[in-house]
C-alpha cells in the first residue's frame, strides 16, 4: 500500500494523559499536513511540515499540542495533558508540489485518521 | 480568511437517480479539491479542479474559478456513493492549508 498511513486507528485516553500520534506520508511527497475532524464539521488545519521544517501552524495548536517531522519523513502529533475537547479524528495528508511556470500543483492526499476519544 | 459554502447539507436520492453538488467561495484560489468522505472517516480524492471540467466515470465536475463556484455531478447514484462531499480550496497568498466546506450527507436509498 503507497498511501498515506497513521497510526494507532483509534486512541481511548483519559483527561490529562498525553498522546502521541503517528503518520506515515506517501514516499516521494515533500509536504506533509495535519488537520482536525470533529463530528458534523470539515476538517480544520492544524500543521504543516515542508520536508522537515514546520512552516504554518493553525492557531488551534494550543501549546499543548507539538508535531515533528524529524528527517523529513514521518511525523508525530503529542498532544500533552488531553482535555475532552480534544476528542475528534486526526487526519495526515501528504502532497508533493510542483510548479508549473505561473501555476503550481499540490494535491493533497489523507490516510485513515486516528479518532481520539478522551473520557 | 476564506468562506466555503456546500449545499445542500443534506441529500437523499433513490438509486439511478442524478444530482449536483455546488460549492461557492468567497474569494479567489488556487486549488480546489472534491472529497468523499466514506463512513469509516477516510476521505477519497475525487477531483482536483481548480478550473475547467473533469470526468471521472459517473462523476463529473466543473470549475467556474472567475465566479467563485464548483459543481460536482453524480450521475446513476449507487448506493456505494453515500456519505459525505467535501469541497476543500487552497487560497492564494501562500498558505498551504486546504479550506473545508461543511460538506454535503449523500444518502443513497436501493
Known amino acids: 500500500d503507497t498511501g498515506v498511513s497513521q497510526n494507532p486507528r483509534h486512541k481511548i485516553t483519559k483527561r490529562g494523559q498525553n498522546v502521541t500520534f503517528r503518520c506515515d506520508p506517501i514516499?516521494?511527497?515533500?509536504?506533509l499536513y495535519w488537520y482536525r475532524q470533529t463530528l458534523g464539521q470539515g476538517p480544520e488545519f492544524l500543521t504543516y511540515f515542508q520536508n522537515e521544517a514546520q512552516l504554518e501552524k493553525s492557531r488551534l495548536l494550543s501549546d499543548r499540542f507539538s508535531a515533528e517531522r524529524p528527517k523529513g519523513s514521518f511525523s508525530t502529533l503529542e498532544i500533552q495533558r488531553t482535555e475532552q475537547g480534544d476528542s475528534a479524528m486526526y487526519l495526515c495528508?501528504?502532497?508533493?508540489?510542483?510548479?508549473?511556470?505561473?501555476?503550481?500543483?499540490?494535491?493533497?492526499?489523507f490516510g485513515p485518521g486516528t479518532r481520539l476519544t478522551v473520557l | 480568511g476564506i468562506q466555503v459554502e456546500q449545499s445542500p447539507p443534506d441529500l437523499i436520492l433513490q438509486e439511478g437517480a442524478n444530482s449536483t453538488l455546488r460549492c461557492n467561495f468567497s474569494d479567489s484560489v488556487n486549488n480546489l479539491q472534491w472529497f468523499h468522505q466514506n463512513p469509516w472517516g477516510q476521505l477519497i480524492n475525487l477531483f482536483y479542479i481548480p478550473s475547467g471540467t473533469k470526468q471521472n466515470g459517473r462523476l463529473s465536475a466543473t470549475t467556474v474559478a472567475t465566479e467563485r463556484y464548483s459543481l460536482l455531478y453524480i450521475s446513476s447514484s449507487q448506493t456505494t456513493d453515500s456519505g459525505v462531499y467535501f469541497c476543500?480550496?487552497?487560497?492564494?497568498?501562500?498558505?498551504?492549508?486546504?479550506?473545508f466546506g461543511k460538506g454535503t450527507k449523500l444518502t443513497v436509498n436501493p
Open positions: 495528508a501528504s502532497s508533493w508540489r510542483q510548479r508549473t511556470g505561473a501555476s503550481s500543483y499540490n494535491e493533497q492526499f
Open positions: 514516499s516521494e511527497h515533500n509536504r
Open positions: 476543500a480550496v487552497l487560497t492564494q497568498g501562500g498558505s498551504e492549508k486546504l479550506v
